[in-house]
């Protein structure tokens, strides 16, 4: 299976408590433990000014660009603007396209960053820059590889940048299952949301979202999935509620990609959030999803 990484994934942020380190740490352990060899890891192109606009404001990518950011806007996105940071967002948006590619060719591709679902049209917020989904399907749909999408978003934070640039789309469909009292705390309207109580746990989380998944197909014939496999589901996660285990959030994946794979649709795995206190269950979790979506293959 092909991973979309890079150097460029990893920037300094200075004393900040955003888990940047998960994206030097992830790959090396998938490399260590043989789950990706060096011919799987790939280094994405970076998507091109032209790409972001398809989705974002000329407004919004030029002071992002310039680094003319209000502090309003720089306190929304919740990250400390630099050139770095800059080009590492469009490193990982080129991440994302090119993991789609890859799984349109291979059936499952992932991108080991990504799934930044909090990012509008005209503004960043919650640590996304730009959206690097709704680019994604933009992208391939002008290039004529795809026209049909289907967004999991199973990250414990409602997708609302997504569901906004996707409302008037009507071949995108947005599937969000959340904690209902986690940020945002106005929730955007997705064309599926599941809102869940706090302390959700695995068998609770499992009934629903297996439940869920073959419905989807009654109301939308994607040609392509965009998962995004947040682990701040997780019990304990500094921003989440929910209360999954590492099982629970591995069987979550399995769930997912089994669905992917009995309905003959191409996976993009995309990392999402995960901000336990440490950083090696991050990994850990971020690296089970990648390990049950490499088996699809
Ligand atoms: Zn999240």
Not at 17 to 45: F, N, Q, T, W
Not at 223 to 240: K, N
Not at 270 to 284: F, P, S
Request: glycine share 8%; charged share 25%.
């Amino acid at each position: 299976m092909r991973a979309f990484t890079s150097a460029r994934y990893t920037v300094s942020l200075g004393h900040h408590s955003y888990p940047m380190e998960k994206y030097r740490l992830v790959p090396e352990r998938l490399i260590a433990e043989g789950v990706l060899h060096d011919d799987d890891v790939c280094e994405p192109e970076a998507a091109s000014v032209a790409d972001v606009l398809r989705v974002h404001t000329p407004e919004y990518v030029d002071a992002l660009m310039n680094g003319t950011l209000d502090r309003k806007a720089l306190l929304r996105l919740g990250l400390p603007w630099s050139e770095e940071l800059v080009r590492r967002a469009f490193a990982v948006l080129g991440g994302t396209y090119h993991a789609a590619r890859a799984a349109l060719e291979d059936g499952v591709a992932a991108n080991l960053a990504g799934g930044t679902h909090h990012a509008f049209a005209d503004y960043g917020e919650g640590y996304c820059i730009f959206n690097d989904h709704v680019i994604t399907l933009r992208r391939l749909r002008a290039e004529g590889y795809a026209q049909r999408f289907l967004i999991v978003d199973l990250d414990v934070h409602q997708g609302n940048g997504t569901a906004v640039l996707c409302r008037d789309d009507d071949q995108t469909f947005t599937f969000s299952v959340h904690s209902e009292s986690n940020y945002p705390a106005r929730k955007e309207r997705s064309s599926w949301d599941i809102g869940l109580p706090d302390r959700t746990t695995d068998e609770q989380y499992l009934d629903v979202v297996t439940d869920a998944l073959p419905r989807l197909l009654e109301q939308c014939d994607p040609q392509m999935i965009l998962y995004q496999a947040g682990v701040d589901v997780l019990a304990g996660d500094r921003f989440g509620k929910l209360a999954l285990s590492l099982a629970g959030v591995a069987e979550r994946d399995r769930v997912v990609c089994a669905f992917a794979r009995r309905a003959g649709l191409p996976l993009v795995v995309t990392l999402g959030g995960g901000y336990a206190r440490d950083i090696n269950q991050i990994v850990e979790a971020h690296c089970r999803t990648i390990t049950i979506a490499k088996r699809i293959v």
